[in-house]
């Protein structure tokens, strides 16, 4: 497999999952359930059509295709559509499928337009059982505090607070796989470096944004904050997120650290 198929697969993915998307709009009335069982099935197609892609390149390159910043958007427009599908599943949203779909395609179109070297080659750094598991329980929360910022949006909009049900559900969970994101980020620093932290400014911006979703849930535990209040926090968390995982190679005093995605 190599990355010259990627075209095809993309194609399908996003073929299927916005036909799970119409399906879901379409469901009401009578064939609600029918529809229903359209927009999971065809959304799980397009999740094993992609699946089947990454699990290629995979094997292909005989190492996990997580090294570079294309390879983790393709993890994250991944996530982004199992997210998108579980919270239309709990929750009944018609609206997340598309969101998901919009979302999963948009970061596909990147990676068609911006294609990188995927080589073999995996620094020694890399060479860790807690790079698989780092990364991808980082992109998995990613994807579901990403489905948190889109219902603070929807709340700030129409200033619905009913919404806020679902939302801490979605960030009670990306948060506790951030955790765990930090945590086995922390053992494999200490497996390569030798200290569990570094300061590194992608773990700088980690614990920022850590902090900041759990000044949401502190807020919601003592039933404090507006509607406005809780969805600009969210909002907030969500940018210091993007500036964790993408935003820090842009920084001057990141160039050295081994969380940029350029080399």
């Not at 399908?12 to 359209?38: D, P």
């Not at 999971?40 to 990454?54: M, P, Y």
């Amino acid at each position: 497999m190599s990355w010259d198929s990627f075209i095809y697969y993309a194609i399908l993915t996003v073929a299927f999952v916005w036909v799970g998307a119409a399906f879901a709009w379409l469901g009401k009335g009578k064939n609600s359930a029918l529809y229903n069982i359209g927009a999971l099935t065809s959304t799980l197609i397009s999740l094993g059509v992609f699946s089947l892609f990454i699990v290629g390149m995979w094997i292909s390159l005989e190492r996990p295709p997580m090294r570079t910043m294309g390879e983790t958007r393709l993890w994250y427009s991944f996530f982004a559509i199992v997210s998108g599908l579980f919270t239309y599943l709990r929750w009944k949203y018609k609206w997340i499928l598309s969101f998901s779909a919009l979302l999963s395609t948009v970061f596909i179109i990147i990676n068609l337009l911006k294609p990188e070297i995927h080589d073999q080659s995996l620094m020694p750094a890399l060479q860790s059982v807690w790079f698989i598991p780092h990364v991808t329980v980082y992109m998995f929360s990613y994807s579901l505090l990403g489905c948190a910022f889109l219902f603070a949006l929807v709340s700030l909009i129409s200033k619905r607070k009913d919404l806020f049900d679902a939302t801490d559900v979605l960030v009670y969970t990306g948060l506790t796989f951030l955790t765990l994101g930090m945590l086995s980020g922390a053992l494999w620093a200490k497996q390569a470096w030798g200290q569990y932290w570094n300061w590194d400014p992608k773990e700088t911006w980690a614990a920022i944004t850590w902090i900041s979703y759990l000044a949401y849930i502190h807020l919601r535990i003592y039933g404090k904050g507006s509607v406005k209040l809780l969805s600009a926090v969210l909002i907030f968390s969500f940018l210091c997120l993007q500036m964790c995982w993408w935003g820090i190679n842009y920084l001057p005093t990141a160039q050295d650290s081994i969380h940029v995605y350029n080399r």
